[in-house]
């Protein structure tokens, strides 16, 4: 009786994306702003660009995870548990992008390593070599799984959610991996292939129009095989529509470590974000991946809605905004285990001098 009650609320919650696109179209959207100019540091052929922001996350769990700010999925309780109220400033991100002709050299940090670990970690750590319309990729950067906003990269442009969340949301797939990649760009095409951790080749076909960008993804190991489509659609100005579909053998872990491996393993996300206000930007998102049979977990689900405040962007000064989540989160297991949890998350986040927040590009976080 419990699950079925579980059914009928995320059956009501799904109904949010759509209640929120309808008012997102007919609100009126801002005027786009100016992209901030980076702070650069400049000596002989090399040109250091540093970025990062500070932030301070707030929130309130319905149930005791033992997880940091950021929440592990998979692994909420399945019986009922205290709540819990968190704060932390270790999701602050520094980067630094060094340039020295055709090569680069990106480093990005934070804080946020998994439990009982020394908290302060690379996210991402890279060099790139471009000629041409070619760009050779090695190190640690986001999979190719994880699909973008625009192009094919990995220091900004991807098609992360705009809330608090640090372990962004489920339905998204794709983890930082240790890779070689090299890209192709050809006008409004991008093309990728990537050997990444795991033993995992991935192709990427990605293009770019005017009010859509629209990518293909194919995975293919000894263990794992996954296909993905993904999408951002322009529906209209200031409103944006973002999904992702994965269907996969074995590919669990790579759906933010939500099913278990060697199983069939498939996901979804849809989400609306609306810029309704030269200042104020609203969103909401749907996801839910799906497991074969296992010990593990058969079913993981997450809505959210949110919205995201604006507070200042001025040169030379930099850029603040809060955000606010609210998030409801379920999961079944085959051995017939079933837990939910809401909770809710603010941040309030301040971009240093030069930095793209997502009010100038839409890089997501």
């Not at 993804?217 to 200031?238: K, N, P, Q, Y």
């Not at 872990?253 to 393993?265: K, M, Q, S, Y």
Request: aromatic share 10%; glycine share 12%; charged share 20%.
């Amino acid at each position: 009786m419990a699950y079925n009650r579980q059914n009928v609320l995320w059956s009501r919650a799904c109904r949010v994306p759509i209640l929120l696109a309808a008012f997102a179209t007919a609100a009126a959207a801002c005027e786009q702003r100016a992209e901030p100019r980076p702070f650069l540091l400049r000596t002989g052929p090399l040109t250091v660009r540093p970025s990062g922001f500070l932030e301070l996350i707030g929130m309130r769990r319905g149930a005791t995870t033992g997880d940091t700010v950021s929440t592990r999925f998979g692994r909420i309780p399945l019986e009922p548990t205290a709540s819990e109220t968190l704060a932390s400033p270790g999701h602050s991100r520094m980067q630094m992008c060094s340039e020295a002709g055709r090569l680069s050299v990106y480093v990005e940090t934070d804080f946020l390593d998994a439990p009982g670990r020394n908290p302060f970690r690379f996210r991402q750590y890279w060099g790139e070599y471009r000629v041409g319309g070619w760009r050779v990729l090695g190190g640690q950067a986001w999979s190719l799984l994880r699909p973008n906003r625009r192009g094919i990269q990995s220091e900004g442009a991807l098609m992360n959610p705009l809330a608090v969340e640090p372990a962004y949301h489920v339905g998204l797939a794709g983890l930082r991996n240790r890779q070689v990649r090299i890209t192709r760009e050809e006008g409004n095409w991008s093309f990728a292939v990537s050997y990444e951790a795991g033993e995992n080749f991935l192709g990427k076909a990605a293009h770019d129009g005017k009010r859509v960008h629209v990518e293909a993804i194919g995975l293919g190991s000894a263990r794992r095989r996954a296909a993905s489509v993904a999408a951002v659609i322009r529906a209209a100005r200031g409103v944006e529509i973002v999904s992702q579909q994965v269907v996969s053998r074995g590919a669990g872990p790579e759906l933010l470590h939500t099913i278990p491996e060697r199983v069939g393993a498939h996901s979804t996300l849809l989400g609306v974000e609306a810029r309704v206000r030269p200042m104020l930007a609203l969103f909401a998102y749907g996801g839910m991946v799906y497991g074969g049979r296992s010990e593990g977990n058969r079913t993981v689900r997450q809505w959210t809605a949110g919205f995201s405040r604006h507070l200042f962007e001025q040169q030379p000064w930099g850029a603040a905004l809060i955000t606010a989540q609210f998030s409801q989160l379920d999961r079944s297991t085959w051995p017939g285990g079933h837990g939910s949890m809401n909770y809710a998350q603010v941040s309030l986040r301040y971009w240093l001098p030069g930095s793209r927040s997502m009010f100038a590009g839409r890089s997501g976080p």
